[in-house]
């Protein structure tokens, strides 16, 4: 069965930090790219950080930049999201994705030129004190 997880959301103080885990099973990381994006209500779906399997290559969204990064696992399947210096605006559910079997995208996986083949359920972040 093929299916992203991700996991590790939830409730912290603005200013805090949290790690965000997405796990793939029935497939392999390596062979895609992974994004995660994230949706607040009301708001669009936003492509926050990007990253190549095959170049370890990534990419940030303005809004993350600096405070977030993205890595990988590849023993473990598993891509990263390091979340730090979090503000309330960042509060929404998180998602990460896979896409663009093969090659080596980034930023265009995060704004939507490349397809996404697989999705996650999605974590929910709030940042509230």
């Known amino acids: 069965q093929v299916q992203l997880v991700e996991s590790g959301g939830g409730l912290v103080q603005p200013g805090g930090s949290l790690r965000l885990s997405c796990a793939a099973s029935?497939?392999?990381?390596?062979?895609?790219?992974i994004g995660w994006f994230r949706q607040a209500p009301g708001k669009e779906r936003e492509g926050i950080s990007c990253?190549?399997?095959?170049?370890?290559?990534?990419y940030y969204a303005d809004s993350v930049k600096g405070r977030y990064a993205i890595f990988s696992d590849k023993a473990k399947n598993t891509v990263y999201l390091q979340l730090n210096n979090l503000k309330p605006e960042d509060t929404a559910v998180y998602y990460c994705?896979?896409?663009?079997?093969?090659?080596?995208?980034?930023?265009?996986?995060?704004?939507?030129?490349?397809?996404?083949?697989?999705w996650g359920q999605g974590t929910q972040v709030t940042v509230s004190s």
């Open positions: 994705a896979a896409g663009g079997w093969g090659t080596v995208a980034t930023q265009s996986l995060c704004d939507g030129r490349i397809r996404t083949d697989y």
């Open positions: 029935g497939f392999a990381l390596a062979d895609y790219s």
């Open positions: 990253i190549s399997s095959k170049t370890s290559a990534t």
